[in-house]
């Protein structure tokens, strides 16, 4: 910014844990706005790969077609390679039909229960013509080794019963559907700054420091065994419930601690579904708001701002 003092910030990330399925991570030196527009991103504009479309051969089991080709779609499917595909509507190598190398990926399931015994048909039935595009494979949640991974239940076929079906899984996001979603939850918070009064506190007899401590719904106070001293134990544990304050409040001793927000401190909690890692959703995520972004930057390489965004861009040329 000529002749003035730049706004600009620097935002920084830092991760705390991450797992396949899960990452939790830092974000400094920026606003409620960015750490909100990622979020919303990573849920509804980070694409993935699921099926779309299904054509039933033969169902002769107690779910109808609807009801299965529902259940198909919620399947999440690998989609590493999403943002690298094309979308259906904007591919120029097919006409929809699913033969198509760019925008679309087929699956196939033939499964025929001939025991007694009742069939799962599971997301392993499943089979794919891509090998990067196939059904998550969960883990067992007990940690059993060797169990065996039975993948996710379509439906139970009894003796006779049979079902084939032909889907096709193309690119979307979560605005569109929410089978397109790549994160089971995002949610993030303002890092709380906590200072306790020490005068006042030292006013407080043993008791009353315990019943305030307790006063926390969640434990985020502690006493020291030997200092006999209250001590923040986890600060990130705080809600913003305000009990700690109304507690202090009751017991005459407004300002035994001061909670604030930072304002441009933000602790985000990621969970994938699988379809993507939770740290390549967080990448992509970044991606795509650096997209948006520049689509509605004002250049300066003589393009009419007006001829470009309609009124969006008289608004935005003062004009």
């Known amino acids: 910014m000529e002749g003035g003092a730049s706004y600009a910030r620097m935002p920084r990330v830092k991760i705390r844990e991450l797992k396949d399925d899960y990452v939790k991570f830092e974000l400094r030196d920026t606003d409620a706005s960015i750490a909100n527009s990622l979020r919303r991103v990573m849920i509804a504009e980070v694409p993935t790969v699921a099926i779309d479309l299904v054509e039933i051969e033969v169902n002769s089991s107690v779910l109808n077609d609807e009801f299965i080709a529902h259940r198909l779609g919620l399947i999440p499917l690998t989609s590493d390679r999403a943002m690298a595909m094309r979308f259906s509507r904007d591919c120029d190598a097919c006409d929809g039909d699913g033969q198509c190398e760019f925008c679309s990926v087929e699956f196939h399931l033939r499964v025929k229960c001939m025991t007694d015994e009742t069939l799962d048909v599971t997301s392993k ?11 998550v494979d969960f883990p067992d949640p007990a940690g059993m080794e060797g169990s065996e991974n039975r993948g996710i239940i379509i439906v139970k076929l009894r003796r006779g019963q049979e079902l084939r079906l032909r889907a096709i899984a193309r690119k979307g996001i979560g605005k569109d559907h929410a089978k397109w979603s790549p994160a089971a939850t995002v949610t993030f918070m303002y890092e709380p700054e906590i200072h306790l009064n020490e005068d006042l506190m030292e006013s407080l007899t043993l008791e009353e420091k315990k019943e305030w401590v307790e006063s926390s719904p969640t434990r985020v106070f502690d006493i020291d065994s030997v200092t006999q001293q209250v001590v923040v134990v986890d600060r990130e544990a705080y809600t913003y419930d305000d009990e700690v304050i109304k507690k202090a409040e009751a017991m005459g001793k407004p300002g035994l601690v001061e909670i604030n927000a930072k304002q441009d401190s933000f602790i985000f909690t990621v969970e994938s579904t699988g379809a993507i890692k939770a740290s390549q959703l967080l990448l992509n995520a970044i991606d795509v708001l650096r997209q948006k972004l520049d689509a509605v930057r004002l250049s300066d390489d ?7 965004f309609g ?3 008289s608004h935005l040329g003062g004009s």
């Open 311 to 313: 009124e969006l861009g």
């Open 302 to 308: 003589n393009v009419d701002t007006t001829e470009q």
């Open 125 to 135: 039935d499943l089979y794919s013509s891509d090998h990067t595009v196939v059904p």
